[in-house]
């Protein structure tokens, strides 16, 4: 109970700072950056992973409460999608793999380094 406490104020805290983060910049929703405020938290040990990580598993294995409205409303408007089913599901998996493409490319492009050649190697030993 106690660490569940601690958890929720951890939580409470980096939300309220990412709704003035996104006060200020309004560029992302004030969720997100809620959730990199915690990880940073988290990251400079301004929280104790060990106290919060009994909590978080507890939440992460009971978040499928949270999607309990979404299913009753698909069940709501089912004739919606038995008529417009075959357009939802190709923007679905064309939208799905469009995202995938554009990140794979974009992250060999600014993420992977290319290793430097064997002759500009030897070329920097020699010039030091």
């Given at each position: 109970?106690?660490?569940?406490?601690?958890?929720?104020?951890?939580?409470?805290?980096?939300?309220?700072?990412?709704?003035?983060?996104n006060?200020?910049l309004?560029?992302?929703?004030?969720?997100?950056?809620?959730?990199?405020i915690?990880?940073?938290?988290?990251?400079?040990?301004?929280?104790?992973?060990?106290?919060?990580?009994?909590?978080?598993?507890?939440?992460?294995?009971?978040?499928?409460?949270?999607?309990?409205?979404?299913?009753?409303?698909?069940?709501?408007?089912?004739?919606?999608?038995q008529?417009?089913?075959?357009?939802?599901?190709?923007?679905i998996?064309?939208s799905?793999?469009?995202?995938?493409?554009?990140?794979?490319?974009?992250?060999?492009?600014?993420?992977?380094?290319?290793?430097?050649?064997?002759?500009?190697?030897?070329?920097?030993?020699?010039?030091?």
């Amino acid at each position: 109970m106690k660490n569940a406490l601690y958890t929720l104020f951890a939580i409470s805290i980096s939300l309220l700072l990412g709704k003035l983060v996104n006060y200020l910049l309004s560029g992302l929703p004030a969720s997100l950056y809620g959730m990199v405020i915690y990880a940073f938290f988290l990251q400079l040990n301004w929280f104790s992973a060990k106290k919060v990580s009994v909590t978080n598993q507890w939440l992460i294995r009971n978040m499928g409460v949270c999607f309990v409205p979404a299913g009753v409303g698909v069940i709501n408007h089912f004739q919606l999608i038995q008529q417009h089913g075959i357009a939802l599901i190709t923007i679905i998996f064309s939208s799905t793999f469009l995202l995938l493409t554009v990140i794979g490319c974009l992250s060999e492009r600014f993420l992977i380094m290319p290793e430097p050649d064997d002759d500009s190697r030897s070329a920097g030993k020699n010039n030091a």
